[in-house]
């Protein structure tokens, strides 16, 4: 049987070299823009949350960066809380909204479709996190071609 040597780690235990970074840290030339889509389920994995600390990244490096909730990504933008609007009924509860309230209020813009609110999910307007822009479903497809013409970055998030 084999033993086991190395002792075990300890709070506080560094596990990996954090500080190395290997490619440089690019930032955005005077009037790039990025676009980040959201056709997946708020809390069906780690890509929602992930992928809108990307969108909040990339509009700290100096991308004027839009952020598209169609589909079941209109789920992201629905107000939420338990037992009232707002509440956080356990720790993380709200984390999908503090972030695109946080990505908002560093002058990120959040457009959410109307056909995904109302035909998918049975919402309207008044249930989207305040600021964030409906959309009618002939948007969708325009806003990510005005994004292609002005050679945005644009990052697509989906779940299969």
Request: hydrophobic fraction near 40%; glycine fraction near 12%.
């Amino acid at each position: 049987m084999p033993t086991v040597t190395a002792a075990p780690n300890q709070k506080g235990d560094f596990l990996v070299d954090y500080e190395e970074k290997v490619f440089e840290d690019v930032k955005a030339e005077p009037g790039e823009k990025a676009l980040v889509t959201f056709h997946t389920v708020a809390f069906e994995g780690s890509v929602g949350l992930v992928n809108l600390l990307q969108a909040t990244r990339l509009q700290r490096k100096g991308f004027e960066t839009s952020v598209l909730l169609y589909g079941p990504g209109v789920t992201l933008g629905i107000q939420r809380g338990f037992p009232k609007l707002g509440d956080e009924a356990f720790p993380g509860h709200l984390a999908i909204n503090n972030q695109i309230e946080k990505f908002m209020k560093e002058g990120g813009k959040v457009y959410a479709c109307r056909f995904g609110l109302q035909a998918l999910y049975g919402h309207g307007e008044g249930a989207l996190i305040p600021g964030i822009r409906p959309i009618a479903p002939q948007d969708v497809l325009d806003l990510i071609l005005l994004h292609r013409r002005d050679n945005a970055f644009i990052l697509d998030t989906w779940t299969l």
